[in-house]
């Protein structure tokens, strides 16, 4: 597996920085730990499916449909640092926030007007029990950073999105060795099911990324997986995806809508076309 220099790196930012107020990813792999093949596509697939959430809820209060853009490369393909920290996974998890900002900033790929989402590879499954699994965003400057476990991106898969399957015994070795218990990927309520817990990952995600373009917190109308992106309905995002499956629903919130209408990430985009994980109907 390649892992990029630095002076890799510094050209891809350089590229990046053309143009403004897109969305990029730095992956950040601890010294002593195998970086995930699958991370740069996986994260680029995660990114096109919520620009569609955004967009289809913006239009939805009225707004037209203002979405994010995602930052690429003349290939158009996903500008993706991906960094080998200088730390071990049981150094780099005690701060993993921090770790992910001191990766950024020697690498010259820290900003104030940047939008950036960090993985971070430095999870652990032990007995069944996922540790190092947190997530948080915020605002930075114009832009924002998102700071998330690489479990939420390894769970959010579209293959998973329409199994109603339950996960006890199996092993997912892009995850772990050890076998799954029945709740190892299902830690605050996200749900049992294959399709809850792929729901629930592109969901959460999805709300830390709100959070780096300025969005608060709102409990409106919100209830446990059927409720605002900004609160405990991100867990209900497989019904945003596949309403045919689930009573359960994530949307944007009014008082959201209005701050994103506002933003300069945002705007009238041309996307690809909405992907498999989207049920037949709701395809435009």
């Given at each position: ?160 999105i329409a199994d109603n399957n339950g996960y006890d015994g199996k092993v997912f070795k892009w995850i772990s060795p050890e076998p799954m218990k029945a709740d190892t990927l299902s830690w605050n309520r996200r749900g ?6 792929a729901g629930s990952a592109f969901g959460m995600m999805a709300h830390e990324l709100g959070h780096s373009f300025g969005l608060s917190h709102d409990k409106t109308n919100d209830r446990n997986h059927k409720g605002n ?56």
């Amino acid at each position: 597996m390649v892992v990029h220099s630095f002076r890799v790196l510094e050209a891809e930012s350089m590229h990046y920085r053309t143009k403004s107020f897109t969305v990029r990813v730095i992956y950040v792999v601890p010294k002593n730990v195998e970086p995930w093949r699958e991370a740069k596509r996986r994260a680029h697939e995660w990114l096109e499916d919520i620009q569609w959430f955004f967009a289809d809820q913006m239009e939805k209060l009225n707004h037209v449909p203002k979405t994010f853009e995602i930052a690429t490369d003349n290939r158009e393909e996903l500008v993706f640092h991906q960094i080998r920290s200088s730390l071990e996974k049981d150094e780099f998890r005690k701060n993993p926030v921090n770790n992910c900002k001191n990766v950024g900033k020697i690498h010259g790929l820290r900003s104030m007007n940047d939008a950036v989402v960090y993985f971070h590879e430095s999870y652990s499954i032990l007995n069944g029990k996922a540790s190092g699994k947190g997530a948080r965003g915020g605002k930075r400057g114009i832009g924002g950073e998102a700071f998330l476990s690489s479990l939420h991106l390894k769970m959010a898969r579209r293959e998973w999105i329409a199994d109603n399957n339950g996960y006890d015994g199996k092993v997912f070795k892009w995850i772990s060795p050890e076998p799954m218990k029945a709740d190892t990927l299902s830690w605050n309520r996200r749900g049992r099911k294959l399709g809850d817990v792929a729901g629930s990952a592109f969901g959460m995600m999805a709300h830390e990324l709100g959070h780096s373009f300025g969005l608060s917190h709102d409990k409106t109308n919100d209830r446990n997986h059927k409720g605002n992106l900004m609160y405990n309905g991100c867990r209900g995002m497989l019904g945003y995806f596949r309403p045919d499956l689930t009573n359960d629903f994530c949307v944007l919130s009014v008082r959201n809508a209005a701050v994103l209408n506002k933003n300069d990430f945002f705007a009238v985009r041309d996307l690809k076309p909405k992907s498999v994980i989207f049920h037949a109907e709701t395809v435009k």
